[in-house]
């Protein structure tokens, strides 16, 4: 793992991470000097909710939290030679500063930039990574060697949310000026990160994507599909910062050489395989050749029912996908029956035919969906996308667990109305992990296909190129 930039590594830490104890701010908030958190014992660190940096799922703590906890504490403990232990402040999007201005925190790690959005710093100091972290291009190991980015030229090339891209455009502005086709950039704007990404090439639903050079090492020997093209290594792309008031400099200065040290790795070594355990078979192919054929040949039942019940057609695929691999023929063992995998009671409700046929299953499905956000009262008051996430949620977990989940949400300052990194953390406090998780692989889905169906329009434009 590359160590060039302590800065720059407690950033990517933390943004693979999820950091330390949770615990509860104090009763009285209060601003404290570092000389009375050492005296205390006690360092207190705000961290936004993330499925890698922290999730509470039924009070079992996931992400990298108890392992970096230990580590933090010790290291502290060791310099210090006292006792010293980290809590870790979950924080809600956007809070972070006004966790630290508040004194509920002695430190923050902002991934997201929030700072960017902040009109007044003055308060504050940021220690941004100098972007010193290599990122490098993988691919399923099937493909031919890449020996710099610029061969992807006319390729579609995939990237996490909370990447930053300059690199990548200034690459397509020099391929534009040789006369060369810019790389397709697909970014993810919601939650995907390189994980996430890695996973999905190793499992087929991806074809190239853009990490960090860490990461890739870090899960490639548990992802055994994978190539990491090693001569793409170019100017990196994550966000994570280390923010603390003005007068807390020398704790700064500590984190940042904790996340320097050789702790770090066995830390992260732990993390990988704890999260694999999750995350092993968690999802099938839906480009194979048997299962792309089945999606050819029932896309246009999604478009419609999907359309009618203002649901992305290519969002109630996944769904599909992940209910049934889209096999009309599939019965489970409770009886739920088709693509949609309907109980006959539900689909005989639905008014839509015989279920045990594909357009009126795929039809019943589209329709029940649109009843569950009627259920939830959401059915025209969240956006498209927001919505096909309540109702897949619904649709795992019923609808009254997902109303629950958003009356917790509001307690745990939580957005109501916006499902990832809000509402879907209290329903995984709610729940546990599967329903948490189930939306997470039915997006995945819903990319893979939407990539998908953009490549094949830009190789159709090639092909039959507009006059």
Same mark, same amino acid.
């Given at each position: ?41 006690? @360092? ?41 232990q980290i809590k870790i402040i979950p924080s809600p999007p956007g809070k972070l500063l006004e966790l630290l201005d508040r004194g509920d925190a002695d430190f923050a790690i902002d991934y997201f930039q ?11 100091? @940021? ?43 200034? *690459? ?65 792309g994550s966000s994570g910062d280390v923010i603390v008031k003005k007068i807390n400099a020398d704790l700064a200065k500590d984190i940042l050489e904790f996340a320097a040290s050789p702790h770090l790795d ?67 063992? @409770? ?49 498209? *996308? ?38 879907e953390m209290a329903s995984a406090r709610l729940l546990g992990l599967e329903t948490f998780l189930y939306v997470r692989n039915v997006y995945k889905y819903y990319v893979t296909y939407d990539v998908w ?15």
């Amino acid at each position: 793992m590359r160590r060039s930039s302590a800065v720059f590594i407690l950033a990517v830490l933390l943004a693979i991470s999820g950091l330390l104890k949770m615990a509860p701010a104090l009763a009285t908030s209060e601003q404290r000097s570092f000389t009375q958190m050492l005296n205390l014992g006690e @360092v207190r660190m705000a961290i936004p909710y993330g499925q890698i940096s922290y999730v509470n799922a039924k009070n079992q703590i996931y992400g990298i939290a108890p392992d970096l906890a230990k580590s933090a504490g010790d290291y502290l403990s060791t310099k210090y030679k006292k006792k010293i232990q980290i809590k870790i402040i979950p924080s809600p999007p956007g809070k972070l500063l006004e966790l630290l201005d508040r004194g509920d925190a002695d430190f923050a790690i902002d991934y997201f930039q929030e700072h960017n959005l902040q009109k007044n710093l003055s308060k504050f100091l @940021v220690y941004e990574h100098p972007r010193s972290e290599k990122f490098v291009v993988v691919s399923r190991n099937t493909q031919n060697p890449i020996n710099k980015i610029s061969d992807l030229s006319g390729q579609t090339l995939c990237v996490g949310h909370a990447t930053r891209i300059s690199y990548l455009n200034k *690459t397509n502005e020099e391929l534009q000026k040789s006369g060369k086709t810019p790389i397709h950039l697909y970014q993810d704007h919601l939650v995907l990160n390189d994980e996430d990404l890695l996973q999905m090439v190793n499992d087929g639903l991806l074809d190239f994507v853009w990490v960090a050079n860490w990461q890739a090492q870090l899960w490639k020997p548990l992802l055994p599909n994978i190539m990491i093209h090693t001569d793409t290594a170019s100017e990196g792309g994550s966000s994570g910062d280390v923010i603390v008031k003005k007068i807390n400099a020398d704790l700064a200065k500590d984190i940042l050489e904790f996340a320097a040290s050789p702790h770090l790795d066995k830390v992260l070594e732990n993390y990988r395989q704890k999260t694999f355990i999750h995350e092993k078979n968690a999802l099938k192919n839906p480009l194979s050749k048997n299962e792309l054929n089945r999606f050819e040949s029932m896309k246009t039942y999604f478009h419609r029912y999907g359309r009618e019940n203002q649901l992305d057609p290519l969002f109630l695929a996944g769904l599909g996908f992940q209910e049934s691999l889209l096999n009309q023929n599939a019965v489970s063992p @409770v009886g739920a029956i088709g693509v949609m995998q309907l109980m006959l009671e539900t689909g005989k409700s639905m008014n839509t035919g015989n279920i045990y046929e594909l357009e009126p299953n795929i039809h019943a499905g589209a329709k029940y969906i649109n009843s569950l956000l009627y259920a939830m009262s959401l059915q025209n008051t969240l956006p498209e *996308t927001e919505r096909g996430f309540f109702a897949v949620a619904a649709y795992n977990s019923g609808a009254n667990n997902v109303r629950k989940a958003r009356e917790l949400a509001v307690k745990m300052g939580l957005d109501p109305n916006q499902w990832f990194f809000n509402v879907e953390m209290a329903s995984a406090r709610l729940l546990g992990l599967e329903t948490f998780l189930y939306v997470r692989n039915v997006y995945k889905y819903y990319v893979t296909y939407d990539v998908w169906v953009r490549k094949t329009a830009l190789d159709q434009e090639k092909l039959n190129p507009k006059r």
